[in-house]
């Protein structure tokens, strides 16, 4: 066998092998105690650029997750202080309840009233003073806010939620003039239906159109259409336009001469279905028409007319549907004039004693909605006198008076007072709902940036993070072979000392 001394390859190779088993015993030592596989990019360059990117989205999403949160806690905040403009508007409405009873004296409106006027303060107050760090949330400028829900840029919701403010929500409203025609005279022979005119509505195309150009609908009418017809036909499309419709007829019917000896008088009222009832009598004086009233009551059943006695031989006249009234001149030696609900007319029914004289009074029909509108009329007498576009106009919480009384003494106050506070309840149940939808959105948004989070943690975990059960046997093994290498260097460093037993 060879012997060299210059160069003891044995143990080159010996102090090889340690240094490799001293290296990788480092790298377990690094990992366990880092408790990560990747400690550099020499340990894995295209891991730990992985496991970099996953770690950006990662943070990300935990601080989206938070911005989630933040947003339902600002959406609840509205939508508590919204509760309470509700309770407010359901005590208003009670009171506007209260005061529409006739057993209430002015004074006792008045103090109705007062109390409305607290509540009234207390909603604008709520709608100016509640804020969330610092944003103004039910005074309408919070609008289209961006709420960051994604570790990415344009993962956002978007919201708006809209202003509770008495002087904003309410009853948006289009009221319609009522109409009135009268026939030709009676040429001598008495009346009959037949010369009871059609009212003045033309046929033509009423448009309403609610928020946002989907919600129109186009609705024909015919000609002499009733305003029961036209409202019937409107909340037919309520479920697109938002906009709904009632229907009343009122007429005043002015006797004159009634009470002088042989002026007697003899109607007919023509009321829903073309149903009628024939009215007659020979008043004993100016202001009797209590026989005459009893009979349209005693009818009421089939045409839906109601009457109410006035003053001075007055008789005001109502058709709770919207159909029209038609009055026919029987047999009257007296002057009977018709005056329509809202001032339309007035039109003379002749007192000839054989004639035909008749007139029809048009109903009126009241457009709807908590949001604003319109409505365009392409006939005539639909909406307007012409064809025109009308725009709603807000009936606000903050109008509501309650001691406003018809010439009547019909408490017309309190009962506009409903319509207000219902559409206003209704707009704040809208908020209300959009508000409980936005904080499920940023709900839904939190519970999956977790579930991502956390499965992104899973994945990165297996990149990244050091399993110990691996590298614990790769210590034992680095750490026996450091402990060989190291006696096995120590005996190739002694082996040219075999070289001396040759020199003795």
């Known amino acids: ?191 009959t239906i037949a010369d009871i005119p059609v009212n003045n509505v033309t046929s033509g195309t009423l448009t309403v159109a609610g928020n946002g150009a989907a919600a129109s609908s186009a609705l024909t009418i015919t000609a002499g259409e009733t305003a029961f017809a036209i409202a019937t036909a409107v909340n037919g499309a309520s479920n697109i336009t938002g906009v709904t419709a009632t229907a009343t007829t009122t007429a005043t019917l002015n006797i004159s001469g009634i009470g002088t000896s042989g002026n007697s008088v003899s109607l007919t009222l023509v009321g829903a279905n073309n149903a009628k009832v024939t009215i007659s009598a020979t008043p004993t004086s100016s202001s009797d028409v209590t026989s005459l009233t009893a009979q349209i009551n005693a009818a009421s059943t089939s045409t839906g007319i109601t009457a109410i006695a006035g003053a001075n031989g007055t008789i005001q006249l109502s058709q709770a549907q919207g159909y029209d009234i038609g009055v026919l001149n029987n047999n009257a030696t007296a002057t009977t004039t018709l005056t329509g609900g809202n001032g339309a007319g007035p039109k003379t029914l002749a007192a000839y004693a054989t004639a035909g004289d008749a007139a029809t009074v048009g109903g009126q029909v009241s457009y709807n909605s908590p949001g604003s509108f319109t409505v365009t009329d392409s006939g005539t007498n639909i909406v307007a006198a012409t064809a025109t576009t009308t725009a709603s106009a807000l009936s606000a919480v903050s109008t509501v008076d309650v001691t406003k009384l018809s010439t009547a003494g019909v408490p017309i106050g309190a009962n506009n007072a409903l319509a207000v506070v219902d559409a206003a309840i209704n707009t704040i149940n809208g908020l209300r709902a959009n508000l409980g939808a936005l904080q499920n959105r940023f709900s839904n948004a939190q519970s999956s940036l977790t579930t991502t989070s956390t499965n992104m943690q899973q994945a990165r975990s297996r990149i990244q993070d050091t399993d110990f059960a691996a590298e614990t046997a790769n210590l034992t093994h680095n750490q026996i072979l450091q402990q060989a290498g190291t006696a096995m260097l120590a005996q190739a460093n002694a082996l040219p000392n075999s070289v001396l037993t040759l020199l003795k």
């Open 1 to 191: 066998m060879s012997l060299f001394i210059n160069t003891n390859i044995a143990s080159l190779y010996a102090q090889n092998n340690v240094a490799n088993s001293q290296t990788a015993l480092a790298t377990s030592i690094q990992r366990l105690s880092s408790g990560l596989r990747i400690n550099s990019a020499k340990d894995d360059a295209a891991g730990m650029a992985i496991a970099a990117r996953m770690t950006s989205q990662i943070g990300g999403m935990t601080q989206a997750a938070q911005n989630a949160n933040d947003g339902i806690s600002l959406a609840q905040t509205a939508e508590g202080a919204l509760a309470q403009v509700t309770n407010d508007l359901q005590t208003m409405r009670n009171l506007a309840v209260q005061a529409a009873n006739g057993t209430n004296s002015a004074s006792d409106r008045s103090s109705i009233q007062a109390s409305i006027t607290q509540l009234q303060a207390d909603i604008n107050q709520i709608s100016s003073n509640t804020q969330y760090n610092g944003l103004n949330l039910l005074d309408g400028t919070l609008t289209n806010v961006q709420f960051q829900v994604g570790a990415n840029a344009n993962q956002t919701i978007n919201a708006s939620i809209g202003t509770s403010s008495a002087n904003s929500i309410g009853n948006n409203q289009v009221l319609t003039v009522g109409k009135i025609d009268n026939a030709v005279s009676g040429t001598g022979t008495a009346g």
